[in-house]
């Protein structure tokens, strides 16, 4: 279907009609003008690129050419020529233009000037109009929609789990509680304890930190499921990685064990940025600039194949590299970025898929291995981020998933609908979760986690 009314700007750049006339609407970029002729850049978000448009300055309403600011909204009708100037093929010869809204010079917060991005987080209503964040926007759709392609086109199901759960057994981060309970008249019971029977749902419930536990519900029936939806951990951990509210896709698979659950990541993550490469390339080549090697290390992790390495052997590396961390590490230590980060980027040159991690810094549904110590988790460290997905063959067994819930005291009352998967139909069974601002990172090759979502939620932050 065409757009209505108007031909987008990144339809116009790649048009060969010259001489033909079109209406563009979109919010004017920059304005030059002299005497005799006016250009305004014009663009619509359709593109990183705008479409130049020329005024004949003597001919045309001067009222007009006055309230085009940058900032301002515009309809133009003009007719395609061949540009002389460098920059774009082609460019609009303007017959006139009407100004939707107006964008005061003096208080319109975008100007031409290269803004930081911790001032652009403080105008992130505004910010979608600047080039590095329309570039990271357009990057961002195009993956949310490689991904359901990849699982579409690959047999899996689209599995929607609950935002809102009673049950905080996962322990993948701290929880936001969810109530309509009066906070400051809470009802007690006789122990004087708070009454959460009088609470919405009858109990406490809290906003979801992962939809696994629910994903292979899915996956015991569906046999491949894969969750994408909102995430949510009140981690007060300020980091450049980490958010409060993010999004994950949660991949579930029936019948697979750990090394075919790699193998699943492994495929999965290349097709997604060779997806980048061959359908962003306008929106790279921009960010490629300011992160000259950005596009190199895209199509390096296409190309190369995962470096697979136990946790035992990855803490050896560590240990022997006679590197001074900030936190020591030693076999049973949980790994910090810094960790993971040195044997992607100076130990190995390539993304690392850790496997077979002590199972006390581990959740309780991962598979145990025979050693008694260690499960079959894995993790996926990938340079300038560390850790990007986290995942793990599950324990299908009973018994030892139950031995395994007593021993950490997890209440069980909660669990039980998911402990009948492993009484009734039970098979081997793997997932993993891919933190979609994570790889947005690596694509974009943004450093702050603040800057590839358009409104973060951070500690003290929940503005827009
Ligand atoms: P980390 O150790 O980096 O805090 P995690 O081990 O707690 O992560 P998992 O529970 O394994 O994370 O979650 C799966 C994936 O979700 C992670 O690999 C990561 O990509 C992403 N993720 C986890 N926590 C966050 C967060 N607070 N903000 C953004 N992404 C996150
Ligand atoms: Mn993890």
Known sequence: ??????????????????GSEFVVKGWVRTKRASKHIAFIALNDGSTIHNIQLVVDVPNFDGEILKQITTGASIRAVGVLTESTGSGQPVELQVK??????????????????????????????????????????RIRHAMAFAIHKY???????????????ASDAEGAGAMFQVTTLELDQLPKTKNNVIDYGQDFFGKRTSLTVSGQLEGE?????LSQIYTFGPTFRAENSNTPRHLAEFWMIEPEMAFYEITENMDLAEDFIKYLVKYALDNCADDLAFLNKKDPELVARLAGVVDTAFVRLDYTEGVEILEKSGVRFEYPV???????????????EKHFGKPVILTNYPKEIKAFYMKQNSDGKTVRAMDVLFPAIGEII???????????????????????KDLWWYLETRKFGSAPHSGFGLGFERLLLFVTGMTNIRDVIPFPRTPKNADF
Not at 123 to 129: D, G, K, S
Request: no cysteine; charged share 25%.
């Open 390 to 412: 986290g995942g793990s063959q599950r324990e299908e067994n009973f018994d030892t998933l139950n031995a395994r819930i007593n021993e950490l005291k997890i209440p069980v």
């Open 1 to 18: 279907m065409k757009t209505p009314g108007r031909i987008r700007i990144s339809e116009l750049l790649k048009s060969t009609e010259t």
């Open 330 to 344: 030693s076999w049973g230590a949980d790994l910090q970025a810094e960790h993971e980060r040195y044997l992607v």
């Open 151 to 165: 699982f579409n086109d690959n047999g899996f199901y689209y599995l929607h789990t609950p935002i809102i759960t």
């Open 96 to 137: 006139n233009i009407e100004v939707y809204g107006t964008a005061d010079a003096q208080t319109y917060p975008l100007q031409k000037k290269e803004h930081t991005f911790e001032f652009l987080r403080e105008i992130a209503h505004l910010r979608p109009r600047t080039n590095t964040f329309g570039a990271v926007l």
């Open 217 to 221: 519900l899915g996956a015991m029936a």
